[in-house]
């Protein structure tokens, strides 16, 4: 299991170090906050972590700051996704052609 | 609690753990697919939506998978982070977009070093001692993304000073902070260790290294420093999966801190910086000497003939325009448009030349220009541009500083010598609408700025010096 894990954390990682060669710098802020918008991945380790401390103790503290987490990691998903969205959607838009 | 939170009333088949792999390896692919288009610009937008669409069936794909259907607390707190996250990102402008992204790191990181925490208690994860180490690195990491991203959003957004802050004895404190992180990631690996020490242990001293390594850093390297926290955050997330067993935490964490560490090298190649001097805390000192002290910096040539600027503006047939971090300060982008629009409307031909690090986050500019409805096909990079300074009739600076500062060929020592910069002092006829005559960010003076001829400086708002000049053309 550890090795399957390493050997996936491995392989994302030089996937994702080859993956974004060349690109445009026009792209790159949006392209950052879309990759911040990834990062807030951890909101599935959030709900296991959370979902096992209910099943496990009931801890009001431990919920409290595992809701925390999923609150944080959820803001980070969706409001990553919706500023890169907005950003290339000027892009998208080309500006009216001169003459 | 336990009944009232798991009312057996919904069994849904569990995924066998041969289909979760299954299905995270297609959503991972997914996700560099994802990436991979927002790197073209034609299809950027696309991949956004798949890499949201991938990241959305992760999080309902767990959800059935183990059981987590019946938990509405679950659902509520996703919901509050939904509209809030909504609320936030159609609320923000657009020159406040590295703060937000900064914000929304910070966040990320907060998560992950919460996931962190609960695994090294033993809340989600074995407590073997690759869970505990891994939850070690994890909640190290995620701490301080958290405290780097905030304190560098709350630079950003000017809640903090701009200035690097130095403490006494900063490299010792940096230094000491990133050692005694390693130490306890060292005892993570000794068997029957208290957990307890090394949770509050890692804690403290992770969040001392994020805020003492981001506090230092100021001006220039901020771009890099937010592009690294980016990293840092998708480095925490997969490491907190490794620690409660996640594999498409580990896989999108990995992607995304690999990416994010590939464009922070692209930004300090630009800015000829070391990631390891950035990391501590070392800036290469602005010397003073060979310069006097209080020179006042010469304003008679600043300012000219109204006539004369139009004359010029006129008689321009190819023209670069080089905006900067004063642009989107003064939000004169819509302007610069429309001084373009003149412009090409008398003939002339109008490029962009946009620096690597112009602004205080990689394309920034890009981004500001967007919204004015600049067509991007008009927007050039630096090496393509920097040939054509020569022939170009006129160049138009607005607020950009330390990218066009000839200082970073000559002088050396200054923080600046070295990064690569765009040839604006090879053209003949330079306007500069600058805030006033101090030196940029970087805190390196211009000697642009005392040449005596071609180049004509104003002075103030560029959103208003320019809009005289706007007018002036419109109405001459």
């Not at chain 1, 445009?24 to 096992?52: E, F, Q």
């Not at chain 2, 074995?126 to 301080?144: E, I, N, Y």
Request: charged share 15%; proline share 3%.
């Amino acid at each position: 299991m550890e090795y399957i894990l390493l050997g996936v954390f491995v392989v994302a990682t030089i996937g994702g170090y080859f993956l974004i060669n060349n690109v445009p710098s026009l792209l790159h802020t949006p392209l950052m906050s879309g990759m911040n918008a990834l990062s807030g991945v951890s909101v599935i380790g959030a709900l296991v972590a959370v979902s096992v401390v209910l099943k496990a103790n009931n801890s009001v503290f431990a919920v409290l700051i595992g809701a925390i987490a999923i609150i944080a990691a959820m803001v980070n998903v969706v409001a990553g996704f919706t500023v890169t969205d907005r950003m290339l959607k000027m892009f998208a838009r080309k500006g009216i052609k001169h003459e | 609690m336990n009944n009232c939170l798991f009312p057996v009333f919904l069994s849904i088949p569990a995924i066998s753990d041969t289909v979760y792999y299954l299905i995270a390896a297609f959503l991972a692919i997914a996700v560099l697919f994802g990436i991979f288009l927002m790197s073209k610009v034609k299809k950027a937008r696309l991949g956004n939506i798949i890499s949201a669409i991938a990241l959305t069936a992760g999080i309902v794909i767990t959800l059935i998978r183990i059981e987590l259907i019946p938990i509405w607390v679950l659902f509520i707190c996703l919901g509050i982070g939904t509209v809030l996250g909504l609320l936030l990102a159609l609320r923000v402008k657009m020159i406040e977009m590295p703060q937000m992204v900064g914000f929304l790191n910070g966040l990320g990181g907060l998560a992950s070093a919460i996931v962190g925490a609960y695994a090294l208690l033993g809340i989600g994860a074995d407590l073997d001692m690759f869970s505990r180490v891994s939850a070690t690195v994890a909640l190290q990491v995620g701490t301080l993304t958290f405290f780097g991203s905030m304190i560098a959003a709350g630079k950003l957004h000017r809640i903090l000073p701009q200035k690097p802050i130095s403490l006494p004895k900063h490299q010792l404190w940096t230094g000491l902070s990133f050692g005694l992180c390693l130490v306890f990631i060292g005892l993570a690996f000794v068997n029957g260790i208290s957990l307890v020490l090394l949770l509050v242990g890692s804690l403290i001293v992770a969040m001392i290294f994020g805020i003492v390594f981001t506090i230092k850093i100021g001006g220039a390297d901020m771009p890099i420093a937010i592009s690294l926290l980016n990293s840092l955050s998708g480095v925490a997330g997969a490491i907190s999966g490794l620690a409660i067993g996640e594999v498409l935490l580990v896989a999108v964490g990995g992607i995304v801190g690999a990416s994010g560490l590939f464009l922070t090298q692209i930004m300090c190649k630009a800015m000829n910086r070391t990631l390891f001097d950035i990391l501590l805390g070392k800036s290469k000192k602005v010397v003073q000497d060979g310069k006097p002290k209080g020179e006042k910096p010469i304003i008679d040539e600043v300012i000219e003939a109204k006539i004369d600027v139009l004359t010029i503006l006129k008689n321009a047939k190819n023209v670069i325009i080089v905006p900067g971090y004063g642009m989107a300060i003064a939000q004169a982008q819509h302007l610069v448009k429309q001084l373009a629009d003149l412009l090409v409307k008398n003939g002339a031909q109008v490029r962009y030349a946009i620096h690597p690090v112009a602004g205080r986050m990689p394309g920034h500019m890009n981004v500001l220009l967007a919204e004015a409805d600049v067509d991007y096909d008009d927007l050039y990079e630096m090496d393509t541009l920097n040939d054509d300074f020569k022939t170009a009739d006129l160049t138009i600076v607005i607020g950009a500083n330390d990218v066009m500062n000839p200082a970073a060929r000559e002088a050396e020592g200054t923080p600046i010598y070295g990064m690569p910069i765009l040839n604006v002092d090879q053209c003949k006829t330079i306007f500069i609408f600058n805030y006033d005559l101090k030196p940029g960010y970087a805190g390196v003076e211009n000697p642009l700025y005392k040449r005596n001829n071609g180049v004509y400086m104003f002075l103030g708002n560029a959103a208003n010096t320019l809009k005289t000049i706007v007018d002036d053309y419109t109405h001459k």
